[in-house]
Structure formats: C-alpha cells, structure tokens
C-alpha cells in the first residue's frame, strides 16, 4: 500500500482499524481539517482488477448521496493511479459486537432503538439507490456518542440493478459473514433483493437479544447448512428479560423463504414502533407454519421475567397445538435443488441416447470401411516378385521394401549390372541366402508421416473428448508411419477428461461449490466421487449427478490445469469445447506429438 502517496494527499495513519477481503479501514486524521476520519483503502491485488475497481467506486459514489443518520457519511472518493480509497465518518464508539461482549444481552429498549436506525438505513439504501448491502453484521454497526447506530462498511454491496453482472466479482463464491448470512446467499442466487438484508438484521437482533451469534462455534459448512435447515431457540426462552412479541419479530426476519417474510422496511418498521410505544406488533401469528431459523412457539404469554412482565402479554386460544414445520422446506430448500436437476436433465435424455445410438453406429461404420480397405492394401502387397539380380530365394520382410528390388531395369531400378546400388541397400534388408529367419525393420527415416485420413480421423474423435476411441483407431491401423510408437505411448497416458474433474473434486470434499446447471446456478457440497458419479449434497439432500452430464464450463472450472503433458492434453479436450478455446493452441505445443492433432481437433469442435 502507498502509504506516502495518502499522507501527501492530507492524511495521517493512525492505526488499522478492520479487514476485509477487498478492503483495509485506517483510523487517520486529516490534516487540513484537523478532524479523525476513516480510510476504506482498497487493496492492490483488488485494484488491479479493473472491474472490481470500478465496482468500489460506483458503489461509494451511490452511498455518498444517501442522506442518512444511520449510515457513516462518505467524505470524498479518491482515486489516483493504482490507490484508491474512501474518506468516511469516523463513529467514535463500539461496534454492537464489542458492546454485547462487554455487557452481554442489551436492554430491550436499546434493541428495538438500534434495529429502528438499521432499518431505516436499509430502507433508504434499496429505496433510492436499490443497494443490497450484503454483510449486515454486529461488528460493521456502530453507535455514535447519541446512541445512534451506524452502519459503517459497504465493501460487498451490490447494485441490482446491474443484473447479473453485479456478481460477477464473486466468481461464483459465496461471500458475505456465514452466521449473518440469508438462505439465499448460501444458495448462491443471483438475483438477491433487500429481503437478504432483513434477514441479517433478525442475525444482529438475536445477537444483541441472547448475546448468541447464530450457529456460531460450527464448521463454515455446517453454518451454511444450519441457515437452510436448522433452528434457534426463542431469544426470549434465552435471556427471560426479552418479551416474547420480540421473539415473534425476529422469527418474521428470519423467515428462510425470503418471500415469507416482512414485505417492505416499512412494515418492519411500523412493527418496532409498535413495540416501542409497548403494543403487540402484527407479526405475531401463532400457527404460522413458515419455516423460521428461529422456532415456533404458541404461547406469547411467558416471557419470564420483570421485564418481559412489563411489556406486552398475549393470551392466545390454542386452537391447535405446534404443527409441523416440514412444509415449506420440502417445498423450497430441501427437495427444489435435486428437483431442478432432474427435470432440466430428463427433457434430454432422450436426446443424449439418440446421439450416443448415432456415434456408435458411425464407430462401427467407420471400423467396417477401415478393416475393409486395410484387407484390400494387405492383399495387393502380398504379391511378391523374384529378384533378378540373383538366383537366390526372393528377400524376406516387409512387401514394400522387397517390391523395389523386384522392379525390372526398364523402370530405372537394380539389376544385375547395377550391384551397387543393391550393396547398398544390403545395409538395410537382407538376402534369404544370408539370413533366411530375419524380418525387415524400416528406419523412421523411410516411414511415411501420419496419413490425412488417419489423422482426421483422430482429430475428430479427440473434439468430442473421447480418448479411448482415440486409443481404439489408432491401435487398429496396421500402417506404419513416422512416431507411431510416440503417439501410442502417449494416448495410453492421456487420461479421459472426466477424471480429472473427479481428482479435483476429491480436493474439495466438504467444501461449498457453485454448480451452474441449466441455466441456474446453486451451491452444492461435494461428499464423494465414484465411478464417475459425484456424491452431492444440495439443499440438505444428497444428489448423485454423473460428472458426463456437467457442462464443459462447469467441468473446466472444476479443473485444476496439469502440468504432465498427457494430462494436459486431456485439459486441452475440455478446454476446446468452452468459449475459451482459442487457448488450446498455446497449450497444445507442450503436447507433442499430439500438438497438431489438438490444434484440428479444437477447430473441428469450434466448427461443430
């Protein structure tokens, strides 16, 4: 970082205030106004990336123009040469993290205070701008010298509306802060809304309510999946000093299908008003069967202690008791995932089994017209003439070779009173007189190249990434040509493709991947790769998808590039099947001697 450049531009760094994965906050004065403000410097490896330069920029632009007490006021946006950063308010006080560590669970009325001021900041960021912040968190809220909480980090914001490209950036990761995170986020959509955000906000509300991070203390993926299919007491049956209409405005924000919960801010914030003037908010609604990270209860009524006495008490007729709450996840988060995939892929399997009914029928043509012309080569060469230059048995090997010495003087070749040049082709075959066992070896220097026909052949079948066919031709040809051995041996240690998906999704046991598929893109966890199936576990329910159905660009971004040359070979036939195939020709000159052959087989799969 050019630390140099920002102290001539009027600053002063006074220590590191947080870190992100992008971005570095430093506490520093600003000499010129003699006043303490916040740096949000980003970094260089996130500078050099033009897009996500511009990203940082635009997003503290749309910020700069919300006029807000609950968010950090963005001063200036500088941007000079290879150092970019934010001149933000400095809110001197605690972060909501650091004040629930140092006092526990906060008072009720403080609560619904800092959820007020979060919530209209929100509402202002989508309203105007249509900002999804993202990483709505205890530790990015802090409370200024009135008490008043601000929101102080925007560094993963997005702007919806940019489409799709607003997650360009991510590729394909989830980001944000796995216990704040929404179900959605941890689904890896695409099409997030401030509906995300409310989520966070019920994270931070449960945080400040039991001084409890949601499913903190767990793996990340266990959290991810916690946030799709787990539960969390009541705030309320924790800390006896909540009311229980508190835990029932929480379970609204936590609601896991997004479209379930509050329907705009405003409805969110009438319902912490009515709590602050101490009346029942609407989302009380003891039979609700929606699906909440925070369980549901029936009884309103026995929050526990002074303070939830104090506040509103709600006597409810059971008409029925606690229903099950496996509707809406069977609906949504845990069947749709595998659902999806089993409708996109069996509108083509039909499609797929003619194709594969068509390219066995053209293997076997092609090995039928290939046997039959190379039987008619091998009965024109079987014919074998004496020699004239000697009454000795006709030369033994290969029919080519012997042909030339059987031609007579007419055509220009050896007779008997050009020994000679016999004497000096006894170098390379030998007389039946001499050695009447011996077989002919033509050198590699007689042997013709890799004929048209073959090598089209080849090629073909390497565009469609079908190396065992490969393999299957070129050991069935009977003609000898130049580096035929070369080209075996290394098919032979050419793997499929497939498997090299296979080697890195054995890496990634475990770990949250995004799965684009028909269109879609979802995150799934990888728990096993057999046999060419991988072992899925999406949306809480285990999938077993054939790695032979992945798109090419899904199976290119599960690759890593080898460094082996017949592996890399075998990269390259993936490769050519994606919009990135024009690379296969750099990488294919360390192929040899499939080099050419790669280079055909990527033109032919561009042309298909």
Known sequence: MNTKAIEQHGFQLVEQINETSRTIAWKSVQTTLDRTVILRILKPEAAA??????????????IARIKCDGLAAVFDIVSDDDLHYVVMEHVDGPTIEELVAHQGPLPFEQMLKIALSVARTIEQMWSS????HRNLKSSTIRLDARGIAKITDFSLSILTDEGPEAYAMDEGHIVGTPCFLSPEQVQGSLDLSTLSDMYALGAVCYHMATAKVPFEGQ???????AHLHEQLQPPHMLNPKVPATFSWFVRRLMIKNPELRYRTWDDVIKDILRQTEGQTPLCVCP???????????????????????????????????LQELTAYQSKTLADDHAQDIRRATRSKEGVLWLALVLWLLLVFWYRAAYETASAETSDTSATVTESPVSDSPPLAGNGEDIRIFAESAEQGFATDTDKPSLETNDAKVTTAATAPDATVSPSAETLPPL??????????????GDVRNARAILQADTTAFQQQEEFLTFLEQMPDPDSLVADYLKSQIGKPLVLEHNGAQRTVIPR??????IHLEAGGRGVEMPISRLSPDTKLRWMEMPADPPSLAAYCLTLMRTERRDEVHGLAIKCPPLTGLL????RLANSN
């Not at 793996?219 to 999946?225: G, Q, Y």
């Not at 039979?287 to 549901?296: A, E, H, K, L, P």
């Not at 280079?599 to 990527?602: S, T």
Request: no cysteine; net charge positive; aromatic share 4%.
């Open 599 to 602: 280079i055909e087989a990527a």
């Open 49 to 62: 990336d033009p897009a996500i330069r511009e990203h940082f920029l635009k997003i503290a632009r749309r």
């Open 129 to 132: 701008e249509r900002i999804v």
């Open 451 to 464: 004929s048209p026909e073959l090598a089209t052949a080849l090629a073909e079948t390497l565009s469609r």
């Open 528 to 533: 096993g790769v057999e046999n060419g199936i």
């Open 287 to 321: 039979y609700d069967t929606s699906v909440s990270t925070v369980m549901n209860f029936t009884d309103t009524g026995g929050s526990g202690g002074e303070a939830g006495q104090s506040g509103p008490r709600i006597r409810l007729r059971r008409k029925r008791q």
């Open 219 to 225: 793996e990340v993926v266990a959290i991810l999946n």
